[in-house]
């Protein structure tokens, strides 16, 4: 049995398709990465200081709404990475977001148990999610 050049063309595509595939999870590893470092980490550090040093003003009250608003928009984009469809990606990422909103609940009231405990929910949605991923996209650089 000849399968000849069609075959071939088939073969060629599907490993075209595979490397393109592969580029793009690597260019999203890099985008996620950086969002992370720049945008969610120091956000979430904003909401976790809560726990050591509640809010004392107004100001200090709205640093930690405008950090807790910057990972529910964070938690948008997330979703929309190739990683979004995935179930441990999704769920955790909607925590976030979750508790997130709860933050900005919590310092619309000025209430410092609250605004720690949707802190402590986000922590916990986080490390689920690098429990999973954070090692396979160190792996992948």
Known sequence: MQLG???GVVVLIFSMARACIAANLND???EVKKQMQEVIIPASNTVFVIANEAPKNDEEWRKVKVNALALVES???LLKTPFGSQPIWKQATEQMMTDAKSVVKATDIKDTEKAIEAGDAIYAACEA??????????STK
């Open 129 to 138: 999610c690098h429990s999973v991923y954070l090692n396979k996209s160190a």
């Open 75 to 77: 938690g948008k984009w």
């Open 28 to 30: 999203t590893n890099i």
């Open 5 to 7: 050049k069609p075959f």
